[in-house]
């Protein structure tokens, strides 16, 4: 399988505790976006890279949240002393890098985050 | 008030019939737009997309943009029950890094 892993699917976790997701792109992608989904809602971006670089940030990225991708292959995504409004699907997506055109982002199965 | 807005459905329709998708956008600087299909519990995946105005076909799919408006639509021919999922429209500006999504319409297709 070719497309965008994450890892885990699903977390369950304590309100508190740290967190962090992974997630794998598509072989050679050079962006790589994380995006979170609540329920019933479209996902909302959060952050991307370009290779190793982070680019954007979103205001909804606050303090508790980090992201990396020191390699410019995989990326994880942190959420420290979560809360129960974290709880949400984190989704990650990879293009190869954008001109002036579209450039279709591959979404990964997303990893569902529930803090109790 | 959301850039792009869509109504929640849910939209049930028997299997067959035609099933009629819009978002309505708010900045004009989005160029491309987009129809991602998503699955109880699984990332979106990519229908189609069109740049700026006009009209796309794909089998059983048709994409529209009216930018004047700032209307999307999206028309699923023939609805089958594995087309139940939720419709998600989106868009990005020109050379743009982020997809600004709406909020998903839920359809389900009866057999």
């Known amino acids: 399988d070719t497309g965008v892993s994450q890892d885990p699917r699903h977390k369950i976790t304590k309100r508190g505790q740290n967190v962090t997701f992974r997630c794998d792109p598509i072989?050679?992608?050079?962006?790589l976006y994380w995006y979170r989904q609540t329920l019933g809602q479209g996902p909302e971006f959060l952050t991307y890279?370009?290779?190793?670089?982070?680019?954007?940030k979103s205001r909804l990225l606050s303090d508790r949240f980090s992201a990396e991708r020191p390699k410019g292959s995989f990326s994880t995504l942190e959420i420290q002393r979560t809360e129960q409004g974290d709880s949400a699907m984190y989704l990650c997506?990879?293009?190869?890098?954008?001109?002036?055109?579209?450039?279709?982002?591959?979404f990964g199965p997303g990893t569902r985050l529930t803090v109790l | 008030q959301k850039e792009v807005e869509q109504d929640p459905g849910p939209l049930s329709v028997p299997e067959g019939a035609i099933v009629s998708l819009n978002c309505t956008y708010s900045n004009s600087a989005f160029q491309y737009f987009m129809w991602y299909r998503q699955y109880s519990r699984k990332g979106p995946e990519l229908l189609m997309y069109t740049y700026s105005s006009g009209n796309k076909e794909d089998g059983r799919f048709t994409a529209q943009v009216d930018k004047s408006s700032k209307y999307i639509s999206l028309f699923i021919r023939d609805s089958q029950p594995s087309d139940s999922a939720t419709y998600l429209c989106a868009t990005i500006k020109a050379a743009g890094n982020k997809l600004t999504f709406g909020g998903g319409t839920r359809v389900l297709v009866k057999p």
């Open positions: 997506a990879s293009t190869p890098l954008a001109g002036n055109t579209y450039n279709e982002q591959f």
């Open positions: 072989s050679e992608h050079n962006r």
């Open positions: 890279f370009q290779n190793e670089a982070q680019l954007e």
